[in-house]
């Protein structure tokens, strides 16, 4: 176990704030290391605090990255309150580039309550994890804690655009053509752009 709170990717710095997420996705990188994209170990021996966060910021100049980015090997908004902090705090440093959250779309079932306002004015994109174009082909990828967890995160992402100047659906492009198709449909549907990734082994 390690302490890896900030690591590069490319032209970007990744923000890792925790493991915990309620979903157990089949595609997970997760389930092939404990790194991603030749980072040091990403397993947190515990849940950062936000001074642990700054002194893991004085270590790189934002300046030489085009995008901060949430994303660990849990889901960010899991550490919601130390999300916003850490955005916050970043914002204040010297050459901090735009903020993108990547997230389940989840955050309102992990907190109980509407959490997207919370983002204004931190956060610059939010990416969220799509996954499938229909609630059976999402429950069977995503595998998340909650039966209602589709239509939640339809709900959390069209919240976002009100308060987000960017947001956006993925689908990683393991599953099927068709279901890309669906995805597709439903993105057009509630009016945010769908980007296809490449999975990432």
């Known amino acids: 176990m390690a302490m890896t709170i900030l690591y590069p990717v490319g ?10 997420c309620p979903c157990a996705c089949t595609f997970c990188i997760r389930q ?10 990403l397993w947190l021996e515990h849940d950062p605090n936000l001074d642990e966060v700054k002194a893991a910021f004085a270590k790189w ?33 010297p050459g901090c580039p735009p903020i993108r ?5 989840l955050s309102d079932l992990i907190h109980g309550v509407p959490t997207a306002q919370f983002l204004s004015g931190l956060i610059d994109t ?17 595998r998340p804690k909650w039966e209602n967890a589709f239509e939640a995160m339809q709900q959390f992402a069209a919240d976002c655009k009100q308060y987000v100047p960017h947001v956006m ?14 995805a597709q449909a439903l993105a057009d549907s509630l009016q945010i752009p769908l980007r296809v990734r490449k999975y990432d082994s």
Do not use: M, W
Not at 32 to 40: Q, R
Not at 101 to 105: R, S
Not at 126 to 142: F, H, K, M, P, Q
């Open 169 to 182: 659906f993925t689908v990683v492009d393991v599953i099927s053509a068709e279901e890309i198709a669906a």
């Open 61 to 93: 100049q934002l300046a030489d990255f085009t995008e901060l980015v949430f994303c660990g090997y849990g889901e960010p908004t899991e550490a919601l309150l130390l999300l916003c902090e850490a955005a916050r705090y970043a914002k204040t440093l």
């Open 101 to 105: 959250l990547n997230t389940n779309g």
């Open 32 to 41: 092939n290391g404990d790194g991603a994209y030749g980072s040091d170990s």
């Open 11 to 20: 032209e970007h710095l990744y923000v890792n704030l925790t493991n915990r």
């Open 126 to 142: 939010v990416s969220i994890s799509l996954n499938a174009g229909t609630r059976e082909a999402y429950l069977a990828v995503t």
